[in-house]
């Protein structure tokens, strides 16, 4: 809110609607100024706005008509402050958006007085935020299912700028404890159904409720358990539901920015999202390289040539086995096949595959890990090669594995900096590789 809000409630008189334009105005000017060039996007909006439209907490009651024509006029009037500044403030690569939150969707599904039925449809905006408390409790259809008609509600009836593939996000949502109505498990599970759901559907943002309890008194006492760390400061199971979620997200994202040079299409990314748990980083790296897509970019040639770049930077292609290779693909052998034989190949040229193998995998494509998790690895590893695995088999089960994803999580600054760090962790860095000039990947293991 400005520092000079204004009371529309009343209607917006022309002194206000000019000091409001002028606050947002400003602040937009000074973000897209000071933060060009950034990366950043700015969001202004405020917090649910039906009960200040109300004017108070009593869903069972309605809003004036004067209320209603009042955040109209109020939303379009900061709107058109976000919209001039982008259009005469100089800027690149730094946004500034504008939205309006609503928090009675389900009273509007009735066809009640609210923001969704009696406002949206009336001001154009960036985003609509839906704070979901009214609707992520309700089961009664299954998980998720009024929450999801919900999104569906608000959608039907917003005017949006259109920037956005889907103009609504959650800005917020969780599930209490309660002093042990719920427990934590449960808080974990509940809170799944309802993000899994909201990012399927194509929400941009999914806002949680919250990292520590904000109703709790002094020291922790009473809180209602609206948390991802606890009062004790211990990480609850949500907390790892998160993670788990935005660890695998990560490398998913990274697979195809390195592989194919750009983010997930927001059906994949949906995709993904409703089937995250069983998500392996491996079967997604096979998709990227046998599809239609990746084959349009690199030629068959160019493919086998990049491979052989990395892992053989001194040998002559001149050889049996990159004609054989070459042979295959032009055949139409998938281009994941491939890959399997020239690794397993480069590991052979040491002399044997098993010597040292898992511990050179472990060094050279994860980040360091605490002991006794890097022995416990080392052991299910080595097992798996001791039962028959190829070493492209057990390079591609570590590229499975929650410490990869995990570290790729911590990284996600750093590794924007840092192109060997990613590379490493996606692929081979061919600089760790080849510290000698004639060095194979089996080589360096001997």
Same mark, same amino acid.
């Given at each position: 809110?400005?520092?000079?809000?204004?009371? /529309?409630?009343?209607?917006?008189?022309?002194? %206000?609607?000019?000091?409001?334009?002028?606050?947002?105005?400003?602040?937009?000017?000074? @973000?897209?100024?000071?933060?060009?060039?950034?990366?950043?996007?700015?969001?202004?909006?405020?917090?649910?706005?039906? /009960?200040?439209?109300?004017?108070?907490?009593?869903?069972?009651?309605?809003?004036?008509?004067?209320?209603?024509?009042?955040?109209?006029?109020?939303?379009?009037?900061?709107?058109?402050?976000?919209?001039?500044?982008?259009?005469?403030?100089?800027?690149?690569?730094?946004?500034?958006? &504008?939205?309006?939150?609503?928090?009675?969707?389900?009273?509007?599904?009735?066809?009640?007085?609210?923001?969704?039925?009696?406002?949206?449809? *009336?001001?154009?905006?960036?985003?609509?935020?839906?704070?979901?408390?009214?609707?992520?409790?309700?089961?009664?259809?299954?998980?998720?299912?009024? @929450?999801?008609?919900? =999104?569906?509600?608000?959608?039907?009836?917003?005017?949006?700028?259109? &920037?956005?593939?889907?103009?609504?996000?959650?800005?917020?949502?969780?599930?209490?404890?309660?002093?042990?109505?719920?427990?934590?498990?449960?808080?974990?599970?509940?809170?799944?159904?309802?993000?899994?759901?909201? !990012?399927?559907?194509?929400?941009?943002?999914? =806002?949680?409720?919250?990292?520590?309890?904000?109703?709790?008194?002094?020291?922790?006492?009473?809180?209602?358990?609206?948390?991802?760390? $606890?009062?004790? *400061?211990?990480?609850?199971?949500?907390?790892?539901?998160?993670?788990?979620?935005?660890?695998?997200?990560?490398?998913?994202?990274? =697979?195809?920015?390195?592989?194919?040079?750009?983010?997930?299409? %927001?059906?994949?990314?949906?995709?993904?999202?409703?089937?995250?748990?069983?998500?392996?980083?491996?079967?997604?790296? $096979?998709?990227?390289?046998?599809?239609?897509?990746?084959?349009?970019? !690199?030629?068959?040639?160019?493919?086998?040539? /990049?491979?052989?770049?990395? !892992?053989?930077?001194?040998?002559?292609?001149?050889?049996?086995?990159?004609?054989?290779?070459?042979?295959?693909?032009? *055949?139409?052998?998938?281009?994941?096949?491939?890959?399997? &034989?020239?690794?397993?190949?480069?590991?052979?040229?040491?002399?044997?595959?098993?010597?040292?193998?898992?511990?050179?995998?472990?060094? &050279?494509?994860?980040? #360091?890990?605490?002991?006794?998790?890097? %022995?416990?690895?080392? *052991?299910?590893?080595?097992?798996?090669?001791?039962?028959?695995?190829?070493?492209?088999?057990?390079?591609?089960?570590?590229?499975?594995?929650?410490?990869?994803?995990?570290?790729?999580?911590?990284?996600?600054?750093?590794? %924007?900096?840092?192109?060997?760090?990613?590379?490493?962790?996606?692929?081979?860095? #061919?600089?760790? =590789?080849?510290?000698?000039?004639?060095?194979?990947?089996?080589?360096?293991?001997?």
């Amino acid at each position: 809110y400005p520092f000079q809000a204004s009371n /529309w409630h009343d209607g917006l008189s022309e002194a %206000e609607a000019k000091r409001e334009y002028q606050q947002v105005y400003d602040l937009a000017a000074y @973000f897209l100024q000071t933060y060009n060039g950034s990366g950043k996007s700015f969001y202004f909006g405020h917090w649910e706005g039906d /009960w200040w439209l109300l004017g108070n907490y009593d869903p069972k009651k309605d809003p004036s008509d004067s209320a209603v024509q009042g955040m109209i006029d109020w939303l379009a009037i900061r709107q058109k402050a976000v919209e001039t500044a982008r259009t005469t403030i100089a800027h690149e690569n730094v946004q500034v958006w &504008h939205y309006v939150e609503v928090n009675l969707v389900k009273k509007a599904m009735e066809g009640g007085k609210t923001i969704t039925n009696n406002v949206l449809p *009336n001001v154009t905006v960036d985003l609509v935020s839906y704070s979901a408390y009214d609707t992520i409790f309700d089961r009664s259809g299954g998980p998720a299912q009024l @929450f999801l008609q919900a =999104l569906d509600t608000i959608e039907s009836k917003a005017r949006t700028t259109g &920037h956005f593939p889907r103009d609504v996000f959650v800005g917020e949502y969780g599930f209490p404890l309660d002093q042990g109505k719920r427990t934590p498990e449960e808080q974990a599970r509940l809170s799944e159904e309802i993000y899994t759901a909201a !990012l399927q559907w194509g929400c941009p943002f999914v =806002l949680y409720w919250q990292m520590y309890d904000n109703e709790a008194e002094a020291n922790g006492v009473n809180a209602r358990g609206f948390w991802l760390i $606890d009062a004790k *400061n211990e990480k609850q199971p949500i907390y790892y539901k998160h993670r788990d979620f935005l660890s695998k997200a990560q490398i998913f994202i990274q =697979l195809h920015r390195y592989w194919l040079g750009r983010n997930p299409s %927001e059906a994949a990314y949906s995709a993904f999202c409703g089937n995250y748990k069983t998500f392996s980083a491996s079967k997604t790296l $096979d998709t990227i390289l046998d599809s239609e897509e990746y084959q349009r970019r !690199l030629s068959n040639a160019d493919y086998l040539s /990049w491979l052989w770049a990395h !892992l053989f930077p001194t040998r002559d292609r001149d050889s049996a086995e990159y004609r054989d290779w070459l042979a295959m693909l032009d *055949n139409g052998e998938a281009r994941s096949t491939v890959l399997n &034989h020239v690794l397993d190949f480069s590991f052979r040229q040491g002399g044997t595959a098993q010597t040292g193998l898992v511990t050179y995998l472990l060094d &050279h494509t994860q980040d #360091p890990m605490p002991a006794a998790l890097r %022995e416990k690895e080392k *052991n299910a590893l080595q097992t798996t090669l001791d039962q028959g695995a190829s070493p492209s088999q057990l390079w591609r089960e570590i590229l499975d594995r929650p410490h990869g994803a995990e570290s790729m999580l911590d990284h996600r600054a750093s590794e %924007e900096r840092d192109a060997r760090w990613l590379e490493r962790h996606l692929f081979f860095d #061919p600089a760790q =590789l080849h510290p000698t000039p004639s060095a194979s990947l089996g080589e360096r293991i001997e």
